[in-house]
């Protein structure tokens, strides 16, 4: 479904202030525009939500769920898909390999002219782990359109080229040993890291940013949502994802 535009508009008072305000309705219009119920809502939503059309959200409101909040129960409301990966290791579905666990760019060190890399670093972190956590941080931390701790996490997303190029180079390497099952997983990963990460840190802002180093009192919330909204968007692009990391394996296996 999606939101039509405005079909009547009036005006209420509110805390002594007049404002104006508008009507609509949900249509099924997402069929005949060549998107999911998901992306067509995601659409109208953020139209909804501009900040200039709210005085900055200060006019947005919410039933059964509270900004507040909001963020944990997005976790709490993708548990299944969160701990699939976990739940296939459990089932001896994966095999355990050694892994780097922290596998986020700066861990890597590069030659300032040539730009190619040179050695990894952080090795603190080396241990049993699945092939996925190390594929899917990367991915979560160097394919974000964002930085990890933007602000601005509307514009948060997973880049498709960068995406499409780091599988590339990971299945060249790594084709030959993965099992087929370690294959399928590794789109799903990247949303898993993603989770796993917005909820360390949002874990840490409750608790009073014990762990992760902060700039503002803000800093690890500000980093939740910016991993939320990732997360959001690797959901709508896992088709693609699924069959770029196809593509790359099928070749270089």
Not at 205 to 217: M, P, Q
């Amino acid at each position: 479904f999606s939101f039509e535009r405005p079909v009547s508009a009036g005006h209420a008072f509110f805390c002594g202030e007049e404002h104006a305000m508008a009507t609509t309705r949900i249509i099924a219009m997402h069929r005949n525009k060549g998107c999911t119920a998901e992306q067509a809502l995601k659409a109208r939503l953020d139209y909804i939500k501009n900040p200039e059309k709210t005085r900055e959200g200060e006019l947005v409101t919410a039933f059964a769920c509270h900004a507040a909040t909001a963020d944990a129960e997005f976790a709490l409301a993708r548990q299944a898909e969160m701990s699939a990966i976990q739940n296939a290791l459990t089932a001896g579905e994966l095999p355990l390999r050694v892994t780097h666990n922290d596998t986020k760019i700066n861990n890597v060190l590069f030659d300032e002219e040539t730009r190619k890399a040179l050695v990894v670093i952080d090795l603190d972190t080396v241990m049993p782990g699945l092939v996925g956590h190390d594929f899917g941080d990367a991915i979560r931390f160097a394919a974000n359109f964002v930085e990890e701790d933007s602000p601005r996490a509307d514009k948060a997303g997973v880049n498709l080229n960068v995406y499409w190029a780091f599988a590339e180079g990971f299945l060249k390497e790594t084709a030959a040993t993965l099992t087929p099952r370690e294959v399928e997983t590794l789109g799903l990963s990247c949303f898993a890291l993603a989770c796993e990460l917005a909820t360390r840190f949002l874990d840490d802002y409750i608790v009073g940013d014990k762990y992760f180093k902060i700039k503002n009192a803000e800093h690890n919330l500000v980093r939740t949502r910016c991993q939320i909204a990732l997360a959001k968007d690797m959901l709508l692009k896992m088709d693609a994802m699924n069959a770029i990391v196809m593509d790359c394996y099928n070749r270089y296996r």
